[in-house]
């Protein structure tokens, strides 16, 4: 018999594991369940991710239009004039200051800015520069026969005095100039060298002569003023004489009576080729040219080609050029003004270029004037290469490594209001290059594009080594009128009156310390009389 309460106990017991079986059976299910979903969002994460990389992005697309205009200043704007305390220059100086810049037009113009800021760095007088023009133009046209001379001086009579020759002094009953002494500035040299070592010399000698003068002061310095101070002579100081101003004016206006030009900055050419070591494609009589010319011009080191070209070391060929532009979308009515020299390897090198772009034009065939036709390759032809593609809607330098004329033109043209320029990636351009003469041609243009549209083309921008301040002076070189940074914000409007009554003042000062100095020797040349008078009456 059972006894009482047992049968109820039995059915309880039953019903515990009935239903502990029913939630077992629910968490392996649920279990089952979290399983399978994580499973299928892991294969759908995988599988969409798979999708986005094996479908290919859709073709990017640069507007020509938008090219022919200005890039975006994002609220920049140029201006070099000195935004905190800049008193004009001393009355009297430390001594006078010669330079001599050698090398092209371009690499003197920044010794030029260069020699103006060591001038104020020392407190001296610059003496108007010497252009080292014989031995790479065999030119002998000097600062006078390029720069406008007065605008010169007179454009930088708030930061350093400038006088065209140091004047005689009279000695001892004749009159002599003051002899230089010469040095010569290290690469790059600092700061501190200008204020101890040239300027002991300086004192000591009255004058120096620092010969050569290419790259003798470091670009990047620490002092926005000064870097300021070589924005207002290079963008505003050095203007090239009126002559040379009109023809270059001249030949924009007939290039753009047909609408808009290109310029572009060929450097296809023996000294930039031997420089780079990129022989290959040439004749063995051509490769020997270039070899001899790295020879006797370059330090030696081994070369090869097939390296050089595979990481954007060589100059694009004018062929290269031409396939980059057509990838980007220009066509066979694009104006293009070619600034060369001679072209090294000759016209079968121009002909897939010219059958591409046949408009195109030099300053020679736009302006068959005989002053350009006698200076192509002189100081002249230089110049009016340098305004022509300073004012072209767009600019593109091929080679803009160790070349002076694409990174000056590249910074002004920056500074001038933010004008397009084309920069080829010549290391991302390489391979594409290289995979189209193996053949490989499907997606090629398409390619180029991308490569293409990562470059800057003429805004504001970060400057990074090893690009020059010539060729990249934001910002200190620039301001925004509502800028949230106080170092950014532009001067006040009237800054130049500002600078204007400080020389007006300092030269009033002068001229009453010079007064008081006439009346005191006026005072002692009467009291001298009157005790010379004195002693004679004395003497009687």
Not at 257 to 282: N, P, T, V, W, Y
């Amino acid at each position: 018999m059972r006894r009482a309460g047992e049968g109820i106990m039995v059915n309880r017991s039953s019903y515990n594991r009935h239903h502990l079986k029913k939630i077992k059976g629910f968490l392996i299910r649920f279990k089952i369940t979290a399983i399978l979903i994580v499973v299928l969002i892991i294969y759908f994460v995988f599988f969409a991710s798979k999708i986005n990389h094996v479908q290919p992005e859709s073709p990017p697309e640069i507007s020509v239009q938008k090219l022919w205009g200005t890039v975006d200043s994002n609220g920049w704007r140029p201006s070099s004039t000195p935004r905190s305390n800049w008193p004009p220059p001393p009355n009297e100086s430390n001594g006078f200051l010669r330079v001599r810049c050698n090398g092209g037009l371009n690499q003197q113009r920044t010794a030029i800015c260069n020699a103006v800021l060591a001038a104020r760095i020392m407190n001296a007088t610059l003496v108007l520069p010497e252009l080292d023009t014989n031995s790479y133009w065999h030119d002998d046209s000097g600062f006078q026969g390029i720069y406008d001379v007065d605008y010169f001086i007179t454009s930088l009579r708030y930061d350093v005095r400038v006088v065209e020759s140091i004047p005689e002094i009279r000695k001892h009953g004749r009159t002599k100039k003051i002899k230089s002494f010469q040095l010569r500035p290290p690469r790059d040299a600092p700061i501190s060298w200008y204020t101890t070592v040239a300027l002991e010399k300086m004192k000591e000698h009255g004058a120096i002569y620092l010969t050569p003068f290419s790259h003798r002061l470091a670009e990047e310095i620490d002092n926005p003023e000064y870097q300021r101070l070589r924005c207002r002579v290079n963008y505003h100081a050095l203007r090239f004489k009126p002559h040379i101003m009109q023809l270059s004016q001249s030949i924009v206006a007939k290039l753009r009576s047909q609408g808009h030009f290109m310029s572009i900055h060929l450097r296809f050419e023996k000294d930039m080729l031997s420089f780079a070591g990129c022989f290959d494609i040439f004749t063995p009589h051509e490769q020997k040219i270039l070899m001899k010319y790295r020879k006797e011009n370059f330090a030696d080191k081994k070369l090869v080609y097939s390296e050089r070209r595979a990481i954007g070391k060589c100059p694009l060929t004018p062929e290269e050029v031409g396939l980059v532009l057509r990838a980007m979308g220009f066509n066979n009515s694009t104006r293009i003004y070619l600034a060369a020299g001679e072209l090294f390897g000759g016209e079968r090198f121009m002909k897939p270029f010219r059958a591409m772009f046949p408009l195109l034009e030099n300053h020679s065939t736009v302006d068959s004037s005989s002053e350009l036709t006698d200076n192509t390759q002189g100081l002249l032809g230089s110049a009016v290469d340098y305004m022509v593609c300073l004012l072209s809607d767009i600019f593109m330098p091929t080679y803009d490594g160790p070349s002076n004329f694409a990174n000056n033109l590249l910074g002004h043209r920056l500074y001038y209001g933010f004008r397009t320029n084309i920069r080829p990636d010549r290391k991302g351009l390489a391979p594409l290059f290289i995979k189209r003469e193996a053949g490989h041609v499907d997606g090629f243009e398409e390619a180029v594009r991308r490569v293409m549209m990562k470059t800057n083309f003429g805004g504001p921008h970060k400057r990074v080594s090893p690009e020059s301040f010539y060729t990249n002076s934001w910002p200190e070189c620039f301001c925004q009128v509502s800028g949230s940074n106080p170092d950014d914000r532009c001067p006040a409007d009237n800054m130049m009156e500002i600078l204007e009554g400080e020389l007006q003042r300092d030269m009033t000062n002068v001229t009453t310390s010079i007064a008081a100095m006439k009346r005191g020797l006026l005072t002692l040349t009467i009291e001298s009389e009157v005790l010379t008078t004195k002693y004679e009456a004395y003497d009687e």
